[in-house]
Structures are given as structure tokens and as C-alpha cells.
């Protein structure tokens, strides 16, 4: 039987800890180069070559895009390290052939044309307007507050209104980051078979219509802010035609009233706990007794083990006054507003959809 790590040594003291490993820190600390390689086959589509080609060197792959093969055979090589593309063993002895690199299930999703495709996401997520603020973390953390202002001379919102071009990439992007989330929600969660959905800075609608094309029994409410709801993609539905409505406002104000179930989704993220509660008390002051109210968004989870939850909740916080929340936390946030969490609905991916019942409502499960 071997001796537990930690057991006297015939009295000779404690076993000595384990030793660290320099080379995590160290592939932690050049962490930057996985995204820079991410945005490098992104913006040069390497993932849509190698469907078209099938396996292929990075010599060829370079020819293709019009790149360089050394560095492109680095950057492909390094991202292999983590399941984005794989390279294969080259046949023959040693000064054989070139190794070829191969699509992944995750290299797939950098492709252009496919389901939930997370190109242009990854190209958002790559760019300055983000790369940068990572980069200052180590001043960010001395104060509260988000950085962007700090780093760009102007808060994020009104930057991207500034710069059409980051502001087409931003929506793009947050399209990409939806789309799988709307598509699980819709499916997983137990909406009524008849009623009402008001999606609540709803933005463009994806998350009400995908809602409204699985259940055809409910009819929908998208309400934003006038420059979003104008650029709604419910229109382009012929089978949801008189079964939505689009309304603009301002959810601090107030929402539309009479609904069956209030949607939030990447809403609170954005927002200190003060004004969470604000939104909150408007969808309870809106909302009949029996109405349901649902958050999607990330909810961190407990314990040391990764979860994009942890590095949204980084991102929010140096982006916005934003943060991600604990189960707890979102519990806390939702009592003064009069509402009770009932069920945290896992979907699979970053996000979680947290539902709640008026307060008097007993909760489903603790």
C-alpha cells in the first residue's frame, strides 16, 4: 500500500509538496499567442481551405491563402496543441514528407458555412478593441470600474457607434455568440404550450424567434431600444407572420405588460447590481402574478475547473460595469426585485438559463 501524499516520514516531517511544473506558467503566460493564432486562420479562413483541399500541408495551405508556410505551420502546429485542427504524422523516415494538418470538430466551427458558426466571433473577440484591454488588466485591477474609457478614450457603446466598422464586427459577432444559445433555450426550456414571450433587450429577435418557429402555440414581443428593434430579423419569417410584435423603450422605465414569460438574455451581464434591480422591479411591476422570468446568462459554477463563465466574468468587468454571477448570486439579485429562483436549465454551452417565479410562488428545488 503506497503512503498518503502528505504522511510523517518516520518522523521526519511532512513530504515535501509537489513541485511546480515552469512550463504551465509559462504556456499560461504566453496564453496571447492562442488567440492571435485563433484570429490568424479566422480572418484568413484556413478552416474553409482545408474543406475545400482536404488534409494539406501548411506549404499548401500557405500557397492557397497567400501566406507565408513557416509561420503558417507554426501558428496551425500550436493551435493543434488544443484540439483546433490536428497534424498528422508524416509516412517515411526521417526527411520524409511534410506533416498534414486536418480539420477538428473545433476547427470546424472557424468555418464560414456552417451551423453556428463561430468565425466571426472569434475574429470580434481577437480584436484590439478586447486584445487591449487584457493587456492593462494589471492597471485595471488597481481601481473599480471598467477600462475601456480609460484605454479608448471613450465608453464602449459610444465607441462602437464612433466606429461603424468595430460597431458591424460587434454585431456580427454577438450574432455568432447567440445563435447556439438561442437554439438551446428554445428547446430546452419548459415554455408554456400558449401565451405570451416578452424578450427584454431582445436586440434583433434570435432568441423570440427561434422561441416562436419550435412552439407554435405562442406569440412574442420584442422590446429594445429603437435602433435595435429596427433592425429586427423576425420580418424575414413568413410562418411567424401576426404572431409578434416589435415595441422600443427603455427597460428601466418599464416593459410591455401582460406577458407569459419575460426573457433576459445577455442583458444583466452588462450590468452593476443596482441596475440589475432596476430592470428587475420593471419586469415585476409588468408581469401578472403567474408570469415566469427567464435569465440567460452565464452563471459561474464552483470549484477551481475552467469555465468561460470565469473569463466572461473578467471581460465584463474591464468592458462594462458588468459582471457574470454565481447560482447564489443571481438568487440574491432577483429576491428585492420580487422574484424567487426556481431552477438553474443547464444548456451545454457558456450560458445557463436561471428561471424564476413571482416570490410567493414555492420554489421547484433548492
Known amino acids: 500500500m503506497s503512503r498518503p501524499e502528505h504522511a510523517p516520514d518516520d518522523g521526519a516531517g511532512p513530504a515535501p509538496a509537489p513541485v511546480a511544473d515552469p512550463a504551465e506558467l509559462l504556456d499560461l503566460s504566453l496564453g496571447h499567442l492562442y488567440a492571435g493564432a485563433i484570429r490568424a486562420v479566422a480572418r484568413h479562413r484556413v478552416a474553409d481551405l482545408l474543406a475545400e483541399l482536404g488534409p494539406s500541408t501548411a506549404a499548401e495551405l500557405a500557397r492557397a491563402a497567400g501566406l ?6 507554426g501558428v496551425l502546429r500550436l493551435l493543434a496543441t488544443r484540439g483546433v485542427f490536428a497534424e498528422e504524422e508524416p509516412s517515411g523516415s526521417s526527411g520524409g514528407p511534410e506533416p498534414r494538418f486536418r480539420l477538428t470538430p473545433a476547427a470546424e466551427l472557424l468555418r464560414e458555412d456552417v451551423p453556428h458558426s463561430q468565425r466571426t466571433l472569434s475574429v470580434m473577440l481577437t ?53 447556439p444559445v438561442d437554439e438551446a433555450v428554445a428547446e430546452l426550456f419548459p415554455w408554456p404550450e400558449r401565451g405570451t414571450v416578452v424578450d427584454v433587450g431582445g436586440g434583433r429577435g434570435g432568441l423570440l424567434r427561434a422561441v416562436l418557429r419550435r412552439h407554435a402555440g405562442l406569440t412574442g414581443v420584442l422590446f429594445d431600444r429603437p435602433d435595435a428593434v429596427g433592425r429586427h430579423l423576425l420580418g424575414d419569417e413568413p410562418e411567424l407572420e401576426g404572431r409578434w410584435r416589435a415595441e422600443s423603450g427603455d427597460f428601466f422605465d418599464g416593459v410591455p405588460g401582460g406577458g407569459d414569460v419575460y426573457v433576459l438574455k445577455h442583458v444583466l451581464h452588462d450590468w452593476p447590481d443596482e441596475d440589475c434591480l432596476r430592470i ?87
Do not use: Q, W
Not at 507565408?68 to 505551420?73: C, E, I
Not at 484591454?133 to 464602449?156: H, I, K, M, N, Y
Open 127 to 179: 480584436d484590439e478593441m478586447f486584445e487591449r484591454l487584457s493587456a492593462r488588466l494589471d492597471e485595471s485591477v488597481r481601481t473599480p470600474g471598467p477600462s475601456f474609457a480609460e484605454v479608448f478614450g471613450v465608453e464602449f457603446f459610444p465607441y462602437l457607434m464612433a466606429n461603424p466598422e468595430k460597431g458591424e464586427l460587434f454585431d456580427l459577432g454577438m450574432t455568432s455568440f447567440a445563435a
Open 68 to 73: 507565408d508556410a513557416a509561420h503558417l505551420r
Open 280 to 366: 428587475l422591479r420593471a419586469c415585476r411591476a409588468a408581469a401578472p402574478e403567474d408570469a415566469r422570468l427567464l435569465v440567460v446568462d452565464s452563471v459561474i459554477p464552483p470549484g477551481n475547473a475552467p469555465h468561460p463563465a470565469k473569463s466572461l466574468d473578467v471581460l465584463m468587468a474591464a468592458l462594462l460595469e458588468g459582471r457574470e454571477r454565481t447560482r447564489e448570486e443571481f438568487a440574491a439579485l432577483l429576491a428585492p426585485a420580487g422574484f424567487r429562483l426556481r431552477h438553474v436549465h443547464d444548456t451545454g454551452l457558456f450560458a445557463s438559463a436561471v428561471e424564476a417565479v413571482a416570490a410567493r410562488v414555492p420554489p421547484a428545488d433548492a
